[in-house]
């Protein structure tokens, strides 16, 4: 045991690290072009929580008993460019106020058991600090992307009541031209074919093949001490 230590000992010592091996070279643009993107300026996220909204359902059903399902939508948004704010150390900052709305619709079990749907659009405004570019007001617009979660939904009396949080993000805008290095144009790959069900069943039959041998039954213990 102890020549077998002192053998891995010696080899470990005489090996030698080497130098790594050198990088492939990068891949040099063809050429340079213009093109045409969507440049955005500024940009900022926040998260809002709205409490105690509230959806009446129609008082000629029953009641609502049970709760099945609550989506929120983006339907549409706008956004207005105000005053500069004159920010210390963020010039171009202006007041850029955006409006958007949103659909909320709920699924519930009357207490008729009879399952209907209301729905409503609820409007809010809020004003952020974004950079425009003075002068340039009219080529440059506003982008605006938005997650909802229905949060602690519950019945007060034939109203449905819940609080909506809200992942925001504002930016603004303009359609630019960028002179950019160029490695060629993008070559679509093929687009694959759907399989059809029986091309599927092959596949996985081909793949993972069935076993046709019956399992061997356990041999008896009296047999394998030969009694």
């Known amino acids: 045991m102890d020549e077998m230590k002192i053998i891995e000992t010696q080899a470990a010592a005489q090996a030698v690290v080497g130098p790594c091996p050198p990088k492939p070279p990068k ?11 969507v440049k955005v300026y500024d940009s900022c996220f926040q998260c809002e929580c709205i409490e105690n909204l509230t959806i009446p359902t129609d008082p000629v059903f029953p009641p609502p008993a049970t709760i099945v399902s609550a989506t929120a939508t ?47 659009t609820f409007t809010f405004t809020k004003d952020v600090p974004l950079y425009v ?19 602690r939904i519950r019945i007060v009396n034939t109203s449905i009541v819940f609080d909506l949080g ?30 059809t069900a029986c091309e599927d069943f092959l596949f996985r039959c081909e793949e993972t093949p069935p076993d046709f041998n019956p399992p061997q039954p356990p041999p008896i213990p009296d047999r394998i001490k030969g009694k």
């Open 166 to 195: 809200m992942s925001l993000l504002f930016k603004t805008a303009a359609d630019v031209q960028l002179l950019v290095p160029s490695f060629g144009f993008c070559v679509p790959p093929r687009c694959r074919e759907i399989p």
């Open 133 to 151: 570019a003075p002068g340039f007001e009219s080529l440059m617009f506003c982008k605006f992307f938005a997650s909802f979660e229905i949060l």
């Open 27 to 37: 891949p040099q643009p063809t050429e340079t072009v213009c093109i045409e993107v």
């Open 74 to 120: 983006l339907v549409c948004f706008d956004c207005v460019f105000g005053e500069d704010l004159n920010i210390p150390g963020l010039p171009g900052r202006r007041r850029v106020t955006f409006t958007w709305q949103v659909l909320v619709t709920i699924e519930y079990v009357d207490a008729g058991g009879t399952t209907r749907t209301v729905s409503e």
